[in-house]
């Protein structure tokens, strides 16, 4: 047993913080409340007036493969007080694998997932949730299955339509995942291939992980002019599949689309909230997100280039088209460099070591070093990187990110990328005290207690997390302590590998981290 003493507990719940104890039985929590427990057979840890919270649920980050395979997993997240990460987001994921696309799959989830080892490989969710069993972790995994790796396991990954064959197949590696325990079903549908599905088709999977009682969560096709009509398009995905949908990284970009274009988002949203449907989203504290490279190829590109898209890219051809079509409007594609600039997309990462020295700087100031036009950069970064490398796009306004992390309905995730290379996102390290730090001392915007909510029992009842997110009799024993004033995190844009500082002590499941008591969780039908 262990006894909580001299505490200041914020449930989860919303409710603001209130002196108490917490005892502790196992890996459960036995009991909490503002009244003295009086003095019992346990190990009594002083809070010394801290805060004891419940762990914090990122239900948004891409460890897919760190989670198995980087030795120091598990400081960047236990850091920020992370106790729960779920993974398989976006439609990016490296399961399920069909033997004849792993090439192409590994290939184009590096810059988000970082680099498999060769021997990686899993055809089923099943065997992937199998593997993460096999291994110590010193936090909590959950899995959502991935319909880009359904879909490019399925059919491929080129513009070709489902048929009868390959809807059986993608129905195949839906149901093992959800039999498996994943969560629910994640979709990228702005990215290769999902970008050529319908919503019929999205809508076909989801139904399937409807059936086991899952939800969608999107990517969803276009966060700028196209905005309002993408939330629309997954909203009718939901509603055509009877399953809960959530729209992930809710933001509007584009500089012209700033304010407004939120505005009318959010105004779709909370119309299909009021009449009945179940539709959420999610937000990371940062203005500037990440990506792959590839995403800012333009449709007309993408269709001449074929299946070799680096190869045409890196022909006088492919690059001549890309500099004419990069400017362009395309109906249903957001053009990101035509609404935010050049000189606000940043690199990130590159997997060949002789673009790596760009890694920190905007096309814009690349593109003067290298003596090149920033399209004819882009190409060649494509092309000797083999679409290996990642950006950082500055595309959002301040403002609409505190507008949508104040919804009540909105959970706070990171959206952390793995395949950084020495320029990752801050979000990597920063997202979870970041927000405490800003949205709820310096900005005032939010109260603590609802704070917490968004990072605890808010992501546990999306994801249908029964026995995590609060401080209450019966639930797992995820607990941390910290002093608000002093925890926070340090990763800058300059500088993005600092670890959060300031929490006090964590346990998951009732353990010091370090004993490897982490578990795979898994979505109880």
């Known amino acids: ?219 969803i096709r276009g966060e700028g002019s196209t905005l309002t009509e993408s939330v629309e398009e997954v909203l009718e995905i939901g509603r055509q599949a009877g399953t809960g949908v959530n729209v992930s990284h809710f933001k509007v970009t584009g500089l012209k689309n700033h304010g407004a274009g939120i505005e009318r988002a959010i105004s779709a949203l909370e119309k299909a909230r009021s009449a009945g449907q179940d539709a959420t989203a999610d937000c990371y504290p940062y203005t500037g997100g990440s990506t792959t490279i590839l995403s800012l190829l333009p449709p007309t590109v993408l269709a001449a280039a074929g299946p070799d898209v680096c190869g045409f890219l890196g022909a006088r051809e492919g690059e001549a088209l890309l500099a004419g079509e990069i400017q362009k409007e395309f109906p249903g594609w957001d053009n990101m460099v035509s609404s935010i600039g050049w000189e606000r997309i940043i690199i990130s990462s590159a997997a060949n070591p002789a673009w790596q020295s760009l890694a920190g700087k905007s096309f814009t100031e690349a593109a003067r070093e290298t003596g090149l036009s920033e399209s004819g950069l882009f190409c060649r970064l494509c092309s000797e990187n083999q679409g290996k490398a990642g950006i950082i796009v500055m595309s959002m306004a301040q403002a609409d990110v505190d507008r949508v992390l104040c919804l009540p309905y909105v959970s706070l995730i990171s959206d952390s990328l793995y395949g950084g290379g020495g320029m990752p996102h801050p979000r990597l390290y920063g997202s979870f005290p970041k927000f405490l730090r800003e949205y709820v001392r310096e900005k005032k915007l939010l109260s603590m207690g609802e704070a917490i909510r968004k990072m605890t029992s808010l992501p546990a009842r999306r994801l249908g997390l029964r026995d995590r997110g609060l401080l209450a009799p019966g639930m797992a024993a995820d607990i941390l302590q910290f002093d608000p004033a002093r925890f926070t995190d340090r990763a800058t844009w300059e500088s993005p590998k600092q670890l959060a500082s300031g929490l006090t002590k964590i346990l998951v499941n009732g353990c010091e981290p370090a004993s490897g008591a982490g578990k795979v969780l898994r979505r109880e039908n």
Request: charged share 20%; proline share 5%; with cysteine.
């Open 1 to 219: 047993m262990l006894h909580i003493k001299n505490a200041l507990i914020c449930d989860g719940t919303g409710k603001e913080p209130y002196p108490g104890e917490v005892l502790v039985d196992g890996n459960k929590i036995a009991a909490v409340g503002p009244a003295s427990f009086g003095e019992l057979d346990a190990e009594i840890w002083d809070a010394q007036g801290e805060l004891i919270t419940p762990g914090f649920i990122d239900a948004h980050r891409h460890c897919d493969l760190a989670a198995l395979y980087d030795s120091d997993f598990g400081e960047i997240e236990l850091a920020q007080g992370i106790t729960t990460a779920v993974m398989g987001n976006c439609g990016l994921a490296p399961v399920p694998c069909a033997p004849r696309y792993r090439e192409d799959l590994y290939d184009f989830l590096e810059p988000c997932l970082g680099k498999a080892p060769k021997e990686s490989f899993f055809p089923l969710v099943s065997n992937f949730m199998e593997a993460l069993a096999a291994k110590k972790h010193s936090l909590n995994l959950g899995v959502l299955a991935a319909t880009g790796a359904v879909t490019t396991a399925a059919k491929g990954f080129g513009n070709v339509p489902f048929n009868g064959e390959s809807r059986k197949k993608a129905e195949g590696y839906i149901r093992d995942a959800m039999e498996a325990g994943a969560f629910g079903l994640s979709c990228g549908i702005m990215y290769t291939p999902e970008c050529y599905s319908t919503c019929k088709d999205f809508a076909f999977m989801a139904r399937i992980a409807g059936e086991y009682g899952g939800y969608l969560t999107a990517h």
